[in-house]
C-alpha cells in the first residue's frame, strides 16, 4: 500500500526558508516519478518542482532558481527546499507520485499525502 507523508511547513517571513520532506512506504521513490504540488485557498492545485524514475527534475517557472527538489534512495523521503520564499508561494503543499514519467496536471497522479502547510508572510 502506497502511502506518503509530508512534514516540514510552517510560518515564515519572506526572505526565509523551508525545507519539506515527504517519506514514503509501500513503493521505491526510484522507480517512480514524484512531485510537489501547491493549492492556495480558492486556487487550483500547481505543480511545484518534480522528478522522474532517472533523477531528472522539472520546476515551475514561479520557482525556478529557489526551490530544489531532491530525494534520498537510502531513506526513500523527498525533499523540497525552498528558497526566498515570496507571500505567493503560501499554501498547503503535498506530495504525490506516479509511474515513471512525470507530468504537470495533478490529476495524473493517484497518491497523495496529506499536505502541510506553508505560510510566507511580507
Known amino acids: 500500500q502506497v502511502q506518503l507523508a509530508e512534514s516540514g511547513g510552517g510560518s515564515v517571513q519572506a526572505g526565509g526558508s523551508l525545507r519539506l520532506s515527504c517519506a514514503a512506504s509501500?513503493?521505491?521513490?526510484?522507480?517512480?516519478?514524484t512531485a510537489w504540488f501547491r493549492q492556495a485557498p480558492g486556487k487550483e492545485r500547481e505543480g511545484v518542482a518534480r522528478?522522474?524514475?532517472?533523477?531528472?527534475?522539472s520546476y515551475a517557472d514561479t520557482v525556478k532558481g529557489r526551490f530544489t527538489i531532491s530525494r534520498d534512495n537510502a531513506k526513500n523521503t523527498l525533499y523540497l527546499q525552498m528558497n526566498m520564499l515570496k507571500p505567493e508561494d503560501t499554501g498547503m503543499y503535498y506530495c504525490?507520485?506516479?509511474?515513471?514519467?512525470?507530468?504537470?496536471?495533478?490529476?495524473?497522479?493517484?497518491?497523495w499525502g496529506q499536505g502541510t502547510q506553508v505560510t510566507v508572510s511580507s
Open positions: 522528478i522522474n524514475g532517472y533523477g531528472a527534475t
Open positions: 509501500g513503493f521505491t521513490y526510484r522507480s517512480y516519478c
Open positions: 504525490a507520485t506516479r509511474g515513471f514519467d512525470c507530468y504537470w496536471d495533478h490529476k495524473d497522479y493517484p497518491y
